[in-house]
């Protein structure tokens, strides 16, 4: 079975500029959570989707959005891009949601900001 | 709230060494917790969970035992390898919080030959 995939895997962009990233779940899951990994914060919770609907969100300004398809992949959009945007971003699969279940992690995105 | 706390790395030992990683929780609800491994240039791999209290979870010689008593998941490894070589995360989810994790902050494990 594969894994969970992110595209694109490297992303160069400049201040104030939008950007869409995108994960494909492993088969047959239908959740999707989002993190963001920089070496000042570690790893952060950004937002869930199952279903299509946005199930939990994290501690994140608004500029940060995403969406889930009827096939469960999912996007995530940054928007007027800040310096500090620059981090590891993670997409995760799991075959539910509202109890505790296993990720699995993509390879993640790694998006930097000039 | 929820939190992991981990042993502030980097941690340095040589092949065949004993491995122990401290990782200690606070939790609103029953919590399960969650080792991961994250190579250099990968995304993060589950090592081992486990989901109530005094089990234990292993892995590829790594352990870990839930401790409910002293709130701790601590990890473990006999005889460690190069190949170990990598930066290892404990994280918790909760019954309230379902798949959002809340990670620590990794230690930096490096074995050398």
């Known amino acids: 079975k594969a894994g969970v995939t992110q595209t694109p895997r490297y992303l160069i962009k400049t201040r104030g500029q939008q950007v869409t990233l995108s994960c494909s779940p492993i088969s047959g899951h239908r959740s999707v959570s989002w993190y963001q990994q920089t070496p000042g914060q570690g790893l952060q919770f950004l937002f869930e989707?199952?279903?299509?609907?946005?199930?939990n969100k994290g501690n994140f300004p608004g500029r940060f959005s995403g969406r889930q398809f009827s096939n469960s992949r999912s996007e995530m959009n940054v928007s007027t891009l800040e310096l500090g945007d620059s981090a590891l971003y993670l997409c995760?699969?799991?075959?539910?949601?509202?109890?505790?279940?296993?990720?699995?992690f993509g390879p993640g995105t790694r998006l930097t900001v000039l | 709230g929820n939190s992991v706390t981990q042993m502030e790395g980097p941690v340095t030992l040589s092949e065949e060494a004993f491995l122990t990683i401290n990782c200690t929780y606070t939790?609103?609800?029953?919590?399960?917790l969650f080792w991961y491994v994250q190579y250099p240039g990968e995304g993060l791999q589950l090592l081992l969970k486990?989901?109530?209290?005094?089990d234990k979870g292993s892995n590829k010689g790594f352990e870990a035992t839930y401790r409910k008593e002293t709130t701790s998941f601590h990890l473990e490894k006999g005889s460690v390898q190069v190949s170990d070589s990598a930066v290892y995360f404990c994280?918790?989810?909760?019954?309230?919080?379902?798949?959002?994790?809340?990670f620590g902050t990794g230690t930096s494990l490096t074995v050398i030959p």
């Open positions: 939790a609103t609800g029953y919590p399960s």
């Open positions: 995760a699969s799991s075959l539910k949601t509202g109890v505790t279940d296993t990720q699995y």
């Open positions: 989707y199952f279903s299509e609907t946005q199930r």
């Open positions: 994280a918790l989810s909760t019954s309230n919080t379902g798949n959002q994790f809340y």
């Open positions: 486990a989901t109530k209290a005094d």
